[in-house]
Nanobody, 119 residues
Framework: QVQLVEFGGGLVQAGGSLRLSCVAS????????MGWFRQTPGNEREFVAS????????YYRDSVKGRFTISRDIAANTIYLQMNRLKPEDTAVYYC????????????WGQGTQVSVSS
C-alpha cells in the first residue's frame, strides 16, 4: 500500500491558477496509474485526470482539457496537477489516488485538499 499526501489547495479567483502536489510514500510501479479526482458536497467523486507512471500517457475529463495538466517527478515520487484558468465550478476537494495496472479500481487515496474558486 502507498501513502499519498496532497498539497497546494487554496482559494483563488476565477481565471487564476493553482498547482496541486501529491507525494507518494514509495515509488509507484511503472504499470501504475496515478490520478486526480474531485468531490463536492452531496455529489459522487469524479475523475479529473490520470497519468500512467511508466509511459506518461495522460487522460483528462473533457471539462478540464486544455486547462489542467497532470505531470510527474520520478525522483520525488510526486505527481502534480497544474490548474489554469480556474472556474467556480472547479471548486471541490481534490484527491490523489493510485491504481495498480492490473486492477480497475483506485485502491490508495490521499486525504484530499480543498480548492475554492471565487467568481
Amino acid at each position: 500500500q502507498v501513502q499519498l499526501v496532497e498539497f497546494g489547495g487554496g482559494l483563488v479567483q476565477a481565471g487564476g491558477s493553482l498547482r496541486l502536489s501529491c507525494v507518494a510514500s514509495g515509488r509507484p510501479l511503472s504499470s501504475d496509474f496515478m490520478g486526480w479526482f474531485r468531490q463536492t458536497p452531496g455529489n459522487e467523486r469524479e475523475f479529473v485526470a490520470s497519468l500512467h507512471w511508466g509511459s506518461i500517457t495522460t487522460y483528462y475529463r473533457d471539462s478540464v482539457k486544455g486547462r489542467f495538466t497532470i505531470s510527474r517527478d520520478i525522483a520525488a515520487n510526486t505527481i502534480y496537477l497544474q490548474m489554469n484558468r480556474l472556474k467556480p465550478e472547479d471548486t471541490a476537494v481534490y484527491y490523489c489516488a493510485r491504481r495498480r495496472g492490473d486492477t480497475t479500481d483506485y485502491s490508495d487515496w490521499g486525504q484530499g485538499t480543498q480548492v475554492s474558486v471565487s467568481s
